[in-house]
């Protein structure tokens, strides 16, 4: 998976697609997910690299970055490759 190039991200978390007129917010949290995106770094990558930084059951962690990665597929933000 990897970023739809179109896309563009601020350093506070604010995202605008161009191709719909779509813009979102993302916390803290999310943009440290679109972050390791946009690095090239895998879902597992992410998952280890969540968990190392946060204290959370990694089970409740794999359902929301799920639900996250579902979100920004849904809107265009995230292509398969």
Do not use: C, H, W
Request: glycine share 4%.
């Amino acid at each position: 998976m990897k970023l739809n190039q179109s896309i563009a991200i601020s350093e506070n978390g604010f995202i605008f697609n161009p191709a719909t007129g779509d813009s979102f917010t993302l916390n803290n949290t999310g943009m440290q997910v679109v972050s390791l995106l946009k690095s090239g770094k895998t879902i597992d990558d992410i998952k280890e690299t969540l968990t190392a930084e946060y204290d959370v059951d990694t089970m409740i962690l794999e359902r929301y970055l799920q639900d996250f990665i579902s979100d920004l597929k849904r809107n265009n933000l995230l292509l398969e490759e």
